[in-house]
């Protein structure tokens, strides 16, 4: 509901181009950072209760960022929000606790699914309520709303899992102690899967920082069109996400499932790129969107399946930073690529996305590796 919306409420405030640019890039940016040392606190702390402070502190980054009266308490709420909104990691980490293994497949392509919804409703809300008196004012408050709704839903209805391996002096843990026990973490098992997930989240972030230009520039597109793609697009994802479980059961492999996937997208950015028709865009979307989906959940899997139960806050927590990293180059990345050519991003997507490839072509050829997480 809110991100469509805030850079236009940020201008309106008087801010540069080069303030909303900072606005924009500083929660991805803290992101990078807070993203390990809160899973990492999780891991310690146990899930339920850090994810009601990331519920809490973010509720209330949304209803500041509400009744903001100078762009300094903007760039503070998008500081809060960038500091503890990791609701969506903590609890792919609490699905992993109480999941079987031979259903965690399954379970994230659901969850997935739910997350694939929630962007078709929110963007057509709060382009609605933009619309109306003191819009943007609304949207954050419901925004704000639904945190803290999800929070007290977390406080009533989510059964606790203490976190394995705890004592007293951990569930008491500083910055600095939580900052020792992600030393400790063997990282040298996740570089390869780290990388991959880099090149395949830059190769969809970099061509979707285009995407509306790139209609315009084809198709001429209104950007009531462009809307409704980027729905489409949510539709097939929402429903691919159903049906991840079935295809991972029927692959078994995530690494040789996911080389699947990194071919597809590589393929699918090229035609979408080039698409010389309506027709064959939307031809090319449909592949793309079920190979995100898909590949989103994989390597969700791979990381957990490579990670001491007592690690995987932690562990997914830096696979989110990673993405993180990918969502703050990407725009860099795009806007060279596109004065060079307004095909350029989406080549420079496409060529991200054979890398990724090539790395999980190298790892398919490893003996697999033993999962580590304990019963």
Known sequence: MIFPLLLTYARNMGATHFLGGIIGSVYGGLQLFSSPLVGSWSDVRGRKFVLQICFLVSGTSYALLGVAPDLGFVILARVMAGLFKHTQTLCRAYLADVSLPDTESGVFGRFNAMSSLGFIVGPTIGGHLAETPHGFFWVCTIGASVFLLCGGLVWLLMPDVKPIKTNKAQENAGVAQIIHFIKQIKWSSHWDHFLVRFFLSFATLIYRS???????????????????????????SAVSGFLVGTLAHWYKDHTKLLL????????????????????ILMCCLVPLCISNAVGRVSITKITVDRCHKDEIGAVVGLGQSITSLARMLSPLVAGVAQSISIHGPGVSGAGSAAVGAVILSLMSKKPTIAILKED
């Open 210 to 236: 285009n995407f509306a230009l790139l209609l315009d520039y084809m198709f001429n597109f209104s950007a009531k069109t462009v809307g409704y793609i980027i729905s489409f697009q949510g539709i097939v």
């Open 260 to 279: 699947f996937v990194a071919v597809t997208q590589t393929l699918s950015l090229v035609g979408l790129t080039y698409a010389p028709t309506t027709l």
